[in-house]
């Protein structure tokens, strides 16, 4: 049972630079949801993803954008990167927009 | 919107001894409160969870209680294990309205010595 893999695993960026990150959902699984990590503390929630659809957003600007393609897999691409965009970026994955939510191992942000 | 408060920020314990970690929240409307384990370098693990409807969670060693009224709920693990060591979340989600968008507290970190 596979379970929720993102790419890459570490990125070094400059501030002004676009990035895309990119998040396969546990086998099975459909609806997927980004968060952002910073040191120290806990996930924040960015938007949710299901059919392809921005279904919830948390309180992140427009920079921050996704992408849901028809086999569930999703794209995060952050634009003009800044310096406190620095964090580890998570992905989660549930059955038909479920409450249980279970983490890939993330992608290790750097903003230089 | 929902806010997530968790004690204690540290917890030093022997191996063997147990474990308590504490949250409370603010919506009275969330309805579901995962437990995650982030070990260094990886993702969240979803350790137990536990919904409105239900007071008390046990799995093995692991238990989470839910007390509505006062709006908190606790994470107990019993006999500590040197790989019990990690951060663990708490978080709450109000499933009716958020589409399963989940609050995090800002973690505590566990160090059970041997």
């Known amino acids: 049972d596979a379970g929720v893999t993102q790419s890459p695993t570490h990125l070094i960026k400059t501030r002004g630079q676009q990035v895309t990150l990119r998040c396969s959902p546990k086998?099975?699984?459909?609806?997927v949801s980004w968060y952002q990590q910073a040191l120290g503390q806990g996930p924040q929630f960015i938007f949710q993803?299901?059919?392809?659809?921005?279904?919830q957003r948390g309180n992140f600007p427009d920079r921050f954008s996704g992408h849901q393609f028809p086999n569930y897999s999703s794209e995060l691409n952050v634009n003009a990167l800044l310096l406190g965009d620095s964090a580890l970026y998570l992905c989660?994955?549930?059955?038909?927009?479920?409450?249980?939510?279970?983490f890939g191992p993330g992608t290790r942000l750097l903003v230089l | 919107g929902e806010n997530v408060e968790q004690h204690p920020s540290t917890l030093s314990v022997q191996e063997g001894d147990s474990a308590v970690i504490k949250c409370t929240y603010s919506d009275s409307a969330s309805n579901y409160f995962p437990w995650y384990k982030q070990e260094l370098g990886k993702g969240p693990q979803l350790i137990i969870d536990?919904?409105?409807?239900?007071g008390e969670k046990k799995d093995q060693r692991i238990a989470v209680t839910l007390n509505k009224t006062a709006k908190h709920f606790s994470l107990h693990i019993t006999e500590t294990q040197p790989e019990d060591s990690a951060v663990y979340f708490c978080?709450?989600?109000?499933?009716?309205?958020?589409?399963?968008?989940?609050?995090f507290g800002a973690g505590t970190q566990v160090v059970v010595t041997p």
């Open positions: 978080a709450a989600s109000i499933q009716a309205d958020s589409w399963g968008k989940l609050q």
């Open positions: 993803y299901y059919e392809e659809e921005e279904r």
């Open positions: 536990i919904r409105s409807n239900v």
């Open positions: 989660a994955s549930s059955l038909n927009l479920a409450e249980t939510q279970y």
């Open positions: 086998s099975g699984h459909d609806t």
